[in-house]
């Protein structure tokens, strides 16, 4: 599919060289505006791309639907993670902008973990705050190498470890380069998040130099 989808977002420029793009995905019940401060503390430079999640749930943005807490429409994560990555195809050709680095929290998280999966090559990394299994049986996926932070909440009670650690499993075997890490939060942001996530970014960008 080549047309982009309507996704009402927000896209910021790039303040300077090098960076590469950042593409925001937000949480249950956020909205495009929600990571746009997160994502200038995490790279200063970088574009961001921030699309509002299409699925309702009580009025509730999402990315996909689920039946329950954490019990996933897998059909429609299929669906819309593939909605996701022509958008991000599409919005990418027309601004002229490189393939983002994936920063998505909790529902976002998941969205960006099932996209990697179903579409690798729609990102250049992820990391992937507070993220679950989003596919029971996915495909296998090729991700040759490509840099994930999976960074989950020791007292996260929405996510257990086991969880997030099957999905640092599931991306290893799919070639992904993961660092995994488990900060004493629960499931909500933290500076500890922050702080984590642009070191991981600032080594991804230098490698990503290194190797131009
Ligand atoms: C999800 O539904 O994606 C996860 O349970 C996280 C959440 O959004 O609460």
């Known amino acids: 599919m080549t047309n982009e989808t309507p996704f009402v977002y927000r896209f910021v420029p ?24 997160l994502g200038r503390m995490l790279s200063p430079d970088s574009a961001l791309l921030s699309p509002r999640g299409r699925v309702l749930e009580n009025g509730m943005p999402r990315f996909f639907r689920r039946l329950a807490e954490g019990v ?8 819309r993670a593939v909605e996701l990555a022509d958008f991000v195809d599409a919005t ?17 998280a998941n969205i960006a973990a099932a996209t990697m999966l179903l579409r690798p090559g729609t990102f250049s990394g992820a990391a992937l705050l507070r993220a679950m299994v989003p ?34 499993e599931m991306l290893l075997d799919a070639g992904a380069d993961v660092t995994y890490r488990t900060l004493p939060v ?19 960008k230098k490698r990503t130099l290194q190797s131009a």
């Open 72 to 79: 996933f429409d897998e059909d429609d994560v299929r669906r």
């Open 14 to 37: 790039a303040e300077g060289a090098g960076a590469p793009p950042l593409l925001l995905l937000h949480g249950t019940g956020g909205d495009e505006n929600d990571l746009l401060d």
């Open 135 to 168: 596919l029971s049986d996915p495909p296998p996926a090729q991700l040759g190498g490509m840099p994930v932070l999976i960074a989950s909440g020791q007292m996260d009670p929405i996510v257990p470890s086991s969880n997030s650690a099957k999905l640092a």
């Open 186 to 204: 629960g499931h909500q942001l933290s500076q500890a998040d922050l702080v984590l996530t642009r070191e991981w970014l600032e080594r991804v």
């Open 92 to 108: 990418r050709r027309r601004l002229g902008i490189g393939a983002p680095v994936a920063v998505g929290y909790s529902n976002g």
